[in-house]
Each structure stands twice: as C-alpha cells, then as structure tokens.
C-alpha cells in the first residue's frame, strides 16, 4: 500500500471515484480534498499503488457509477449508493471473527487501517522520513507512538 488511509470512518465512507487520476505517467494517486489536517480543502494529492488503482476501476465498472467507492451490498446482492459510518466497524468486526483473531485483544477499527499501513512500510524497509510523508504525520514522536507497539 502506498498511502495511509485517514482514521475515520466517516472519511473512509466519503472516498468517490471521480477524485482518482493518473497524474505523472506511469503513477496514479487519489486527491485527498479533506481531511482532519486539511480542514479548508486545499487538497492533496496521494500516491496509491497500480494494483489497488487496477481493483478500483474494475469495481467502478462493476457498477457503472461515479459515486463512492464504498457501498453497502444486501443480502439478495443489491448495491447501494453509500455505505454508513458504523458499517465500517461492522465490517471489520467480522473480519476479525472470520480471521478467528484472538477475540481479547483490540478490535479492529477504521484506525487499524492507519497502523497497518505504517507497518507496512515499515516491514518494506521504508525510511521513518517517508512513513510520515505517507501518514501525513508532522513529527516522529506521532509516527513512533504508532509503530512502537508493533516493532520486535
């Protein structure tokens, strides 16, 4: 993963098709128009992998819509427009009882995303410098308190 997604779950949920572009040849990157940081909507452009570019467009066609990325599918496989905040826990609390994770640690969460992401680069070797650009974190203590639980 290239990008560190934002903690909420109201930001995960609001995530639309039309903000991803390919820009430099060769990369593709999400306009990121707001966020807790980004209050005013200046913008800011992030980097996300051609494989995860790849898996949008092909879910963009499988709906033939320009709306959020995130939908809520019923039980007869009907999609929706939008997906409600408390889906996202929803979501990945299930996910967690499918992976038969140990039920008495923390629970997944929006946030789970954000730390994972982290470590991902971590793991991959990258630079604190470059984690921090990707989380948009402005200090290293920030970035720290992050991945210090998770270093061995």
Request: hydrophobic share 40%; glycine share 10%; with cysteine.
């Amino acid at each position: 993963m290239n990008s560190i997604p934002a903690s909420s779950n109201v930001f995960l949920i609001t995530i639309k098709f039309l903000v991803l572009a390919t820009g430099i040849p060769g990369c593709t990157s999400y306009r990121l128009n707001f966020s807790k940081t980004d209050q005013f909507g200046t913008g800011k452009i992030l980097p996300i992998s051609q494989g995860l570019f790849g898996v949008l467009e092909k879910w963009r066609t499988m709906i033939s819509d320009e709306g959020y990325i995130l939908r809520t599918i019923n039980r007869h496989g009907h999609i929706r427009n939008n997906l409600h905040p408390a889906s996202i826990s929803t979501v990945l609390k299930g996910l967690q009882k499918d992976l038969k994770m140990d039920s008495d640690g923390q629970p997944l969460s929006g946030h789970s995303l954000r730390v994972g992401a982290a470590l991902d680069l971590l793991q991959q070797g990258e630079p604190l410098e470059k984690i921090m650009l990707r989380g948009r974190w402005q200090t290293d203590s920030t970035t720290m308190s992050y991945l210090r639980n998770w270093i061995v």
